[in-house]
């Protein structure tokens, strides 16, 4: 089996307007809703810890309520979406 090498494009030379910054927490926030509907689609629900044999997770909870660090992890993958979509030469307009 080969092993995996991820090349993501680099978006380090890329600096979001301040403008974004609802649109971030915004992304953010439907990134952990979707990723949560997901879960309990496919038989997951909340637990004091994570546990997979039994499909519990402590993040099955609205956004307003994880932890900043679940919080950031969201933004960060809201984040390098918005400046891939820069990157690849679109422009972001209200």
């Given amino acids: 089996m080969k092993t995996y090498n991820p090349k993501p494009l680099d978006t380090s030379d890329v600096n979001l307007p301040v403008e974004l910054a ?6 953010a926030e439907n990134v952990h809703e ?3 509907q997901n879960r309990i ?5 909340y637990g004091i810890e994570r546990n997979d044999e039994l499909k519990q997770h402590p993040c099955l ?3 307003n309520q994880l932890p ?3 919080k950031e992890y969201d933004r960060d993958t809201s984040v390098e979406t918005l400046k891939l979509i820069l990157k690849l030469g679109f422009k972001i307009t209200k």
């Fill in 22 to 27: 609802d649109l971030i927490e915004k992304m």
């Fill in 34 to 36: 979707v990723w949560a």
């Fill in 41 to 45: 689609n496919q038989g997951w629900s």
């Fill in 61 to 63: 909870i609205p956004y």
């Fill in 68 to 70: 900043e660090t679940e």
